[in-house]
């Protein structure tokens, strides 16, 4: 049978998906042929496969760490939340349109058929496998419907390491809690414990880990210190403070923080650039004053758009722009910069029409089919053909409805826009092009009076995985990789 490892969590966001990732890395490492999975994912942080199929960022972040072109396999089933109680459903890569939670949890019965057959097509190709839960493996009125925790576990025999989160406080209750309610003979095939976040001493923590060792049973295998790894998450957007003001001198740039916000790793390659400050913006009165302002992906564009309306954020928007704010708009932000929205499907979580922010001179439609794929393009603004090289993925259409501006890409509206200083495009991994976001940047500078900097060098998704590895090696206790090694040979 094919070896297998199941990283489980105490609850959501305890950093299953980066345990997983570093775990991939190290075995990929240490020369195994190994692959991620994750039965169903809930996240609105997606990608887009070689083929052109949609799946999890988590899954193609894992993928990576394996050394492997990401397969939907790996991410068989995503939901990817529109409303609080509706999702859209991506099944092997392709969008099965929106369910409410009523419905969907009424037969899971095909997607769980889907989910383990996706897992046995791993299983045969490779020779390890390793695991990501979802939440809690102990949702006791969950438990007899759940197939991303248990189930997958003990199909593939699966030894499984559970994650705390010390950080959010609580970590015995949490470890010595969801072991007790663990079925007796999952309970059995716990190999360890991995505490997560730590701050502080690891050396005050001592006693903690002997208590949680001798009350479980089971070896604590890491005490992980919280690190700041600028790798994607699941369950959280791109970790960076919320309305926090800037210090004097440096480049005012805010991201918008709506409900539905996707793909947030498009921001990640900012942090490369010294003169820069980044935060989320929630607060109105925090619009004012900014160099640039960011409207990040989002998967319920209209609904998004509408909650910046009630919020005072539109006003605020226009107001900042109309005094000498940037904005950029990564696909959903893109279709918000336009004239109009129209989604008659009602798709975008909002009404069938509905005005936009008017700084670009597009309009968009919401159609029913998906534009998933792979996009290599050269820019046409502020250089001329610089390769560009990412993704896109988005339901909505583009296209110009008034003179003026300029293409951002070859590909027309239909890949990107520019007026003034409102742009905006479809092209996720815009920014990580190091000549492209100089280029843009110093338009900034320029115009805001700051003095043009060279191009910055973002760390190569490679090197952040790598590092993320190294750190997960680094603070894992002694005899705990040998432990991993022999349940993956058992």
Request: aromatic share 6%; hydrophobic share 45%; charged share 25%.
């Amino acid at each position: 049978m094919t070896r297998a490892l199941a990283v489980l969590g105490t609850a959501s966001d305890v950093g299953k998906s980066l345990v997983a990732t570093g775990l991939c890395r190290l075995l990929a490492d240490a020369g195994f042929d190994v692959a991620p999975y994750k039965a169903q994912n809930m996240a609105n942080q997606a990608g887009v496969t070689p083929e052109g199929l949609e799946m999890p960022r988590a899954q193609i972040l894992q993928a990576a760490a394996c050394r492997l072109a990401p397969h939907v396999d790996m991410g068989p089933v995503l939901l990817k939340p529109v409303s609080s109680t509706g999702a859209e459903v991506v099944v092997l890569g392709k969008a099965m349109g929106v369910q409410e939670a009523r419905a969907y949890f009424t037969d899971r019965q095909p997607l769980r058929d889907v989910a383990l057959e996706a897992l046995d097509r791993l299983r045969a190709r490779h020779s390890v496998i390793v695991l990501e839960g979802a939440g809690s493996p102990v949702e006791l009125n969950l438990m007899t419907r759940d197939f991303v925790n248990l189930v997958p576990a003990e199909r593939a025999g699966a030894a499984l390491i559970l994650v705390a989160d010390i950080d959010r406080g609580g970590v015995f209750a949490q470890v010595l809690g969801t072991l007790e309610l663990l079925p007796p003979a999952d309970r059995a095939r716990v190999l360890g414990i991995v505490v997560n976040r730590f701050r502080g001493d690891p050396e005050l923590f001592e006693d903690g880990v002997r208590i949680l060792e001798e009350r479980s049973g089971v070896p604590v295998l890491a005490l992980l210190p919280y690190v700041d790894h600028r790798l994607d998450e699941e369950d959280r957007p791109f970790r960076i403070p919320v309305d926090e003001p800037a210090p004097p001198g440096l480049l005012k740039v805010g991201a918008l923080l709506y409900p539905r916000l996707a793909n947030t790793e498009d921001l990640a390659p900012l942090l490369a650039e010294p003169d820069l400050h980044l935060t989320w913006i929630t607060d109105p009165q925090r619009v004012e004053g900014l160099d640039l302002l960011i409207l990040p992906g989002s998967k319920a564009t209209t609904g998004d758009l509408v909650h910046l309306t009630a919020a005072g954020l539109t006003e605020a928007i226009r107001a900042a722009h109309a005094k000498g704010t940037w904005c950029l708009g990564f696909c959903g932000g893109y279709q918000m910069l336009g004239m109009e929205l129209r989604d008659e499907g009602r798709s975008e979580g909002g009404p069938a029409l509905f005005p936009g922010l008017g700084l670009l001179p597009i309009a968009t439609e919401f159609l029913p089919g998906k534009i998933t794929r792979p996009t290599d393009t050269l820019s046409r603004w502020p250089a001329e053909g610089l390769p560009l090289a990412g993704y896109e993925i988005h339901r909505g259409q583009s296209h110009t409805v008034a003179p003026g501006g300029e293409a951002l890409a070859e590909g027309g509206a239909e890949l990107g826009w520019r007026q003034g200083r409102a742009a905006g495009g479809y092209l996720h991994g815009l920014l990580a092009s190091d000549a492209w976001r100089a280029a843009f940047l110093n338009e900034i500078r320029r115009d805001r009076g700051f003095p043009e900097l060279p191009e910055q060098s973002f760390d190569l998704l490679d090197v952040r995985i790598q590092r993320w590895a190294a750190h997960l090696k680094r603070h894992l206790r002694p005899g705990a990789w040998d432990r991993v090694l022999g349940a993956d040979k058992a």
